[in-house]
């Protein structure tokens, strides 16, 4: 039975053939969930409906019904980013540019793809691999994404160091945006037209502004040589040692930290990337200056599938925190990471180039409210040392306790204009925490 939240939506689904709409259970499903249950944030949307256009033209045409009779659109590509970092709000219809999945223009000469919003990462990997070129994108959760999901989060792994963050990456968008225009941003070279970066503002703003529909992006030579070196220690240790690797004239790929209070040791895996015989000298070099012996070397494949394992260090977990200072107050932030991680049973990682430290735990339910006093202070101390932190992942009860982030910056007026600019109905529901 459809039910209210899908009848306020009937008119936007009329656009659409019925074989690209789903409503209730079967949308519920695709969604990744029922309400309450982990990754699922409506409110107010507990029968949502699900529709795949399959054109630029039928983009525009939701958002021109939606902007006609008040309905909320959720944009989304395979859905499976939906209730991160509470972004999602309630909306009657979740726009999947999943069937959005051409490649419009590759051109290996000139090292840049330009394709369609919903083509999936994986699927980039495998048209690029035969040309020896790569998409340099280890973002958490990045293998079961888009194209558009990616540049929409914004969110960057440890290779940013080396290669870029998302948005250095990004050369253009074609957007729908809430207002119903149809905006082609940037352009598929490196160098481009000069003026107000808009690529950049669309990069990271989560659907809030328009609806991606293609990705022009930068890529770059599949590197010869892969290799990771691992040192195992005590904390301080161990961060000193990540700290001396970051600050070095070495060309490191990334660095990376993986701990817990439990286990009372830290990893530390150093990534060197490109031709075998950098890679080497850099290996050689390294271990004489670390004055630590690695306790392993992984090449090849088993480095590249030990970093692609990485990526998925998040999953399954009911509780992900992102605690962010400057890179040289990194074992503040280490430390303050193992902390929480103690006090929730459960693990911290870190990008020491960026300075970034993760949490994962899955506390019980009954632990709500200690869980989200834990946050709180945690976020205190954080702050007061110049940092942030943010909740990935949180079930509703401690994200409305702790909240999913912190004091809201004098940058939210200009948020607030900005939304207006380019969805004046407020049509597109993704709105910041």
């Known amino acids: 039975m459809i039910d209210a939240a899908v009848d ?3 008119p936007v689904l009329a656009v659409l053939p019925e074989s690209q709409v789903l409503v209730a259970e079967t949308a519920r499903d695709w969604a990744g969930g029922r309400p309450g249950e982990a990754g699922w944030m409506p409110s107010d949307a507990d029968a949502p409906a699900v529709v795949f256009p399959a054109s630029v033209e039928e983009v525009a045409a939701l958002i021109r019904v939606a902007n006609e009779t008040g309905a909320r659109l959720l944009p989304a590509g395979l859905g499976s980013w939906l209730g991160a970092g509470g972004w999602t709000r309630a909306g009657e219809v979740i726009v999947s540019c999943m069937r959005l999945n051409a490649v419009q223009h590759y051109e290996p000469a000139d090292l840049t793809l330009t394709a369609d919003a919903g083509l999936g990462l994986t699927e980039v990997e495998d048209l690029l691999l035969p040309n020896g070129q790569w998409l340099a994108v280890d973002a958490p959760g990045a293998g079961a994404g888009t194209l558009g999901g990616m540049v929409a989060c914004g969110v960057s792994g440890a290779l940013q160091g080396r290669y870029g963050a998302i948005r250095d990456n990004v050369l253009g968008v074609d957007v729908v945006t809430g207002a119903g225009r149809v905006l082609r941003i940037g352009g598929r070279v490196v160098k481009n037209v000069a003026g107000y970066d808009l690529v950049r503002l669309f990069t990271g703003s989560r659907g809030s502004l328009g609806i991606i529909t293609s990705v022009s992006v930068r890529l770059f030579p599949r590197p010869e040589a892969d290799v990771t070196l691992c040192y195992v ?3 301080g240790e161990i961060v000193a040692l990540a700290r001396n690797v970051c600050t070095s004239p070495l060309p490191i790929a990334a660095v990376e930290l993986e701990g817990g209070r439990e286990s009372g040791e830290t990893v530390c895996r150093v990534r060197l990337l490109g031709s075998g015989g950098e890679v080497e000298e850099v290996r050689s ?3 004489d200056a670390a004055g630590l012996k690695p306790r392993q070397i992984l090449r090849a494949d088993e480095s590249a599938a030990l970093h ?7 999953e399954g977990s009911a509780l992900v925190v992102r605690l962010a200072a400057l890179p040289d107050r990194l074992a503040d932030t280490f430390d303050r990471g193992l902390a929480l991680a103690g006090a929730l049973g459960g693990e911290v990682a870190a990008d020491a180039l960026g300075g970034v430290v993760r949490v994962k735990a899955s506390p019980d339910a009954a632990r709500d409210e ?4 834990e ?3 945690a976020r205190e101390v954080v702050e007061a040392v110049g940092g ?3 909740l990935s992942q949180a079930r509703g009860e401690v994200a409305a306790r702790a909240g999913w982030t912190g004091r809201r910056g004098s940058g939210t ?10 969805d004046p109905a407020s049509i597109l529901a993704a709105r910041c925490p």
């Open 233 to 235: 220690g005590g904390a």
């Open 388 to 390: 942030t932190m943010t």
């Open 413 to 422: 007026a200009l948020g607030d204009r900005i939304k207006k600019l380019f």
């Open 8 to 10: 306020r939506a009937g």
């Open 375 to 377: 946050l709180s202070r």
């Open 370 to 373: 200690d869980v989200a006093g």
């Open 308 to 314: 692609g394992d990485r990526a998925a260090w998040e």
């Open 285 to 287: 070099r390294l271990v």
